[in-house]
């Protein structure tokens, strides 16, 4: 398996054991219809690979092979709520999120460095659900052939 897919993997995981102060119904790498999900199947996370750029760590020596990844994971996740509570479902959505995921920023040893560096809401426009778009920035180091 490529370094990618065991981050993405990681990501699920440790987003999938979470059970407080939520617990994430839905978590999928596969695209869905969140108007077709019932209940009981919020709060719902769609993961997926975004960006990605690539460096070698020195210039001239190609024979290492040694360089750098950086990776963009985006996250979307749904909440469902009233009018009274939809915006503190968002924020804790993202917090539970970025909390978690900060507990081991190596990705289970895969990377060297994860971080939350966007948060973006759909402000109200998807009521009664709720929606965020989180971009999670993940660094690694690989062999060429090895990623």
Do not use: H
Request: glycine share 6%; with cysteine.
């Amino acid at each position: 398996m490529s370094l990618r897919e065991d981050i993405a993997n990681n990501i699920i995981t440790v987003l999938d054991a979470v059970t407080s102060p939520i617990e994430f119904k839905k978590i999928t790498r596969e695209p869905f219809k969140v108007e077709e999900l019932a209940d009981p199947q919020f709060p719902a996370l769609y993961i997926t690979t975004s960006d990605e750029t690539r460096e070698d760590f020195a210039l001239g020596d190609y024979s290492a092979g040694k360089r750098s990844g950086t990776i963009d994971f985006v996250i979307v996740g749904y909440v469902k709520g009233s009018e009274t509570n939809i915006d503190t479902k968002r924020n804790e959505l993202i917090e539970v999120i970025e909390e978690n995921l900060d507990n081991d920023r190596t990705r289970g040893g895969y990377a060297k460095e994860t971080k939350l560096i966007e948060c973006n809401s759909d402000e109200g426009t998807l009521f009664p659900l709720g929606a965020v778009r989180i971009v999670i920035r993940v660094f690694y180091e690989f062999v060429r052939g090895n990623a």
